[in-house]
């Protein structure tokens, strides 16, 4: 499967050419489409390009893909003189019975629903502010229906549409597109079956899977059964990779030695960094009463080589590497990595602020930060800022309107800014300039 380089500008040519050369765009010019595809031995593309307003469902599972186009001036607003809304017939009852150029979701509801990897995707437009959805009701509408034939209830990706009459914006980067992607193989070196969901410049799903014998020989017993889900960058949870790393070593010795699930439960499960931006939980669950035998290797082999490792790379979007987290189900052993806490907007750089003001025998500083310094306390930064006299310090977890996540006020000797500065960089956060008069 060809996947995009780093960089926001690698994604932008990826979409862009993807969405260009797709075998199949889902698209009709003169009516709303939902196609069906079941995924077997060979490779699958689906795509839409040019969404100016309109809308698209992209449902997902092990089985297959359901992708569908809803024009805005036909199915969502009368934006066309003469033709009536046809919300209920264009997009309600062709998800129930289909139409010329729509596949009926409920009849292929068996391919989606209770299926592994199943997940739904709605892309639609929101008004000027760039927040609120422009359609809500109808996407309320949409939600209901699909959660009703296929048991799961869409996320909804909004997007602000782009101007169809700028030809310096239309097909030259990935707004206004949405790529599905399946390969049976994903590349030499890796046999799982792997399907991925972009949205402009996002992923929001990757899944991938082993198909039946595709990890065995004709003289070797098959290997297990294993699928995995990343939550993906759209969410606004997620811890750093070196924090994480870190976790996960540690709860798979505490697991190995332990051995059984947690009593009361069907799972042996445990949250670290409680009370800071990096709160999250790392879970493994099986059958109660079966035969697995919980290994150490294995459990970091899942945990972190598949789900920390295996998701949320190749973003340029993501260039600090945030993990969102994922599930890695491994015949009847399901492992997990589940962020806890809202954050804002993933940050691309370490961010902050500093000040530091003169209080005649002592300066008072306050540092804030982002991205940095987000499960420690602020032991490192502190640790850093002894070496400038640094004293009374009061460190807090907290989420400004700026979106820094955290504040450290103390006293240093006076005119200690540089000194100040210097142990800022030193314990990992930005380059920066305090103001003030200290």
């Not at 569908?68 to 309600?92: R, W």
């Not at 592994?116 to 000027?128: C, D, H, K, N």
């Not at 927040?131 to 909804?156: A, C, F, M, S, W």
């Not at 940095?372 to 004293?391: E, F, H, I, R, V």
């Amino acid at each position: 499967m060809e996947l995009p380089g780093n960089g926001a500008d690698s994604l932008d040519r990826f979409m862009r050419d993807r969405t260009a050369d797709a075998p199949n765009v889902v698209t009709v010019e003169t009516d709303c489409t939902a196609v069906y595809s079941a995924l077997g031995n060979s490779a699958v593309s689906w795509a839409v390009k040019g969404m100016c307003g309109c809308t698209s469902l992209i449902v997902v599972s092990e089985r297959a893909v359901y992708f569908t186009h809803y024009y805005e001036n036909l199915a969502f607003c009368s934006g066309i003189e003469g033709v009536p809304i046809k919300f209920k017939k264009l997009v309600l009852d062709a998800l129930e019975n289909g139409n010329e150029h729509q596949e009926s979701l409920r009849g292929h509801a068996t391919d989606f629903r209770d299926q592994r990897g199943l997940a739904a995707f709605i892309m639609t437009p929101t008004e000027e502010d760039g927040v609120k959805l422009d359609y809500r009701k109808r996407v309320k509408q949409l939600k209901e229906k699909v959660n009703d034939i296929i048991g799961i209830t869409p996320e909804v990706v909004p997007y602000k549409p782009i101007d169809c009459t700028d030809e310096d914006v239309l097909g030259t980067n990935a707004l206004g597109t949405a790529l599905f992607q399946f390969d049976p193989r994903q590349n030499e070196m890796d046999p799982r079956a792997l399907s991925k969901v972009w949205i402009e410049r996002r992923e929001v799903y990757s899944h991938a899977w082993t198909t039946p014998g595709s990890l065995s020989t004709p003289s070797s017993p098959p290997g297990p059964q294993i699928s995995q889900t990343c939550f993906g960058t759209g969410t606004t949870k997620y811890v750093s990779q070196s924090v994480l790393a870190g976790n996960i070593k540690d709860y798979c010795s505490q697991a190995a030695k332990q051995g059984v699930q947690d009593p009361g439960s069907g799972s042996l499960s445990r949250d670290f960094n409680k009370d800071t931006p990096e709160h999250v939980y790392i879970t493994m669950t099986w059958p109660s009463g079966s035969a697995f035998v919980l290994s150490e290797a294995d459990c970091n082999h899942y945990l972190g080589d598949l789900i920390m490792n295996g998701c949320d790379g190749n973003d340029g979007n993501n260039p600090m590497n945030w993990k969102h987290g994922g599930t890695v189900q491994v015949d009847k052993v399901e492992y997990k990595i589940e962020p806890e806490k809202s954050r804002p907007t993933a940050p691309q750089t370490p961010g902050g602020s500093c000040d530091a003001q003169w209080k005649v025998a002592l300066d008072s500083f306050t540092v804030m930060g982002q991205g940095w310094a987000t499960a420690d306390y602020g032991k490192g930064l502190k640790d850093n800022l002894n070496g400038c006299g640094g004293s009374a310090y009061d460190f807090k977890y907290e989420t400004g309107t700026d979106g820094h996540e955290w504040t450290l006020t103390g006293k240093t000797p006076v005119f200690k800014k540089n000194c100040i500065q210097d142990a800022i960089k030193s314990a990992g956060g930005p380059a920066l300039s305090c103001s003030g008069s200290g």
